[in-house]
């Protein structure tokens, strides 16, 4: 039997099943939601269906044929469909479902979040949309040459403020209001364009809606679970260098992300991977209060790691971009992109890690590439990440590049 069979066949025994007598249903989230644990209201059972009866061994054996055979978009909805049968698939798929730094793919809108591969980068390229101010984050080689691997996986809406400009980053962009569920964070600059400060949103945690589902991702189950508010934790600060002299050559800039230690790119090092959307501690789920009884609203300087900045337990990592080297017969900067920009642009560069010759780091990777951005179309450029940036966070260091930066250049 075909896989698509399969699936189709799972949704029709689950739909005809006689022993239906609650009123939830199994459901089979869409490709564009791109999957996610269901979140149930807790008045709503899910009904499980005679395919939750499959002894342990078999339906273990049945999803990982599925995520064998399925390695990249569209057929990797195949993995989503199954984690969306009922509860027994979605927990199997989810121990079976690698990180993206394991595999090197995406499947849960969580991998969006995870760090990326520590070998191969991730190659996906960002479409700007001039008229809506709106930029298209996608997953493939390269616009003509992606054909189905295509697939959106982030939107970011220019907002420009009297003192600053925000992008707000969402998942699917339908809704580019700020309560939206789909809002996952934002990127937020100065009045000159030159410092830039990455915010994660996070659902405030409140004891009177705790329930065993995290309540922040939109539901097609009904009834709809109220949105909850949430919070932007400051997770990565980027600056650029100013020119106060104009000398020739490229934009220099800086990134400090605080969430990431640098004994992450460290042999044996972990960067911080989350498993959900909300992320908090069973024993102290709610986030600090001040002496008002205020929720703090972390900001620029707040933590390093999850430390106060002047502990010195946890340095964070630093990225800054590779420097390029001047080209006496084509009188211009160059960097070797290995093929993945095709045109000169003051907006292309390079972040590799800013390392003391105290860490134990080794010189190959000091100087590995982590991020690269350059363009290849009048709105189209190539973004390709890896260990131990995530696709959102490298999204957000790339959209810092667009816009006019005259102090800088």
């Avoid at 995406?106 to 995870?114: G, V, Y």
């Avoid at 084509?330 to 390392?355: I, M």
């Amino acid at each position: 039997m075909q896989l698509k069979n399969l699936i189709r066949e799972i949704g029709n025994i689950s739909k005809k099943s006689p022993e239906r007598n609650r009123p939830g249903r199994s459901h089979i989230a869409p490709e564009a939601a791109h999957s996610c644990p269901l979140l149930v209201d807790s008045s709503t059972e899910i009904e499980q269906g005679q395919w939750a009866n499959l002894p342990p061994e078999l339906l273990l054996d049945i999803i990982q044929r599925v995520e064998t055979k399925e390695k990249c978009w569209p057929g990797r909805r195949d993995v989503v469909a199954c984690a969306a049968v009922c509860k027994p698939w979605r927990e199997i798929t989810k121990e079976i479902v690698r990180t993206p730094e394991q595999c090197g793919f995406f499947t849960f809108p969580i991998s969006l979040k995870q760090p990326g591969p520590r070998e191969a980068p991730i190659q996906c390229f960002i479409r700007r949309e001039r008229e809506t101010s709106t930029y298209r984050l996608h997953m493939g080689l390269s616009p003509a040459l992606s054909g189905d691997l295509s697939k959106q996986l982030l939107v970011a809406k220019k907002v420009r403020k009297a003192t600053c400009t925000d992008f707000m980053i969402y998942l699917k962009g339908d809704d580019y209001s700020k309560p939206s569920n789909d809002h996952i964070g934002k990127l937020r600059s100065n009045f000159l364009g030159t410092k830039f400060n990455i915010f994660e949103s996070h659902p405030q945690y409140d004891s009177s809606s705790q329930s065993g589902y995290p309540s922040c991702w939109k539901t097609y189950l009904k009834p709809v679970p109220p949105r909850v508010p949430m919070t932007n934790v400051n997770t990565a600060t980027i600056s650029y260098e100013l020119n106060v002299l104009r000398t020739k050559g490229p934009r220099r800039l800086k990134c400090i992300m605080h969430l990431i230690p640098v004994s992450a790119i460290e042999e044996g090092g972990t960067a911080p991977t989350p498993t959900s959307f909300a992320n908090y501690p069973e024993d102290d789920p709610s986030p600090p209060i001040d002496s008002k009884g205020k929720k703090p609203h972390i900001g620029f300087n707040s933590t390093v790691c999850g430390k106060p900045e002047n502990s010195g337990q946890c340095t964070p990592l630093m990225l800054k971009n590779k420097a390029p080297r001047w080209h006496e017969q084509l009188q211009c900067w160059c960097l070797n992109f290995k093929g993945r920009v095709t045109l000169a642009s003051v907006k292309n560069f390079q972040l590799v890690a800013t390392t003391e010759p105290s860490q134990n780091i080794s010189v190959a990777e000091r100087d590995k590439v982590i991020l690269q951005f350059g363009k290849i179309g009048k709105d189209i450029f190539t973004m390709d990440y890896r260990y131990p940036l995530s696709a959102f966070q490298a999204f957000a260091i790339c959209l810092s590049s667009f816009g006019t930066k005259p102090v800088c250049e």
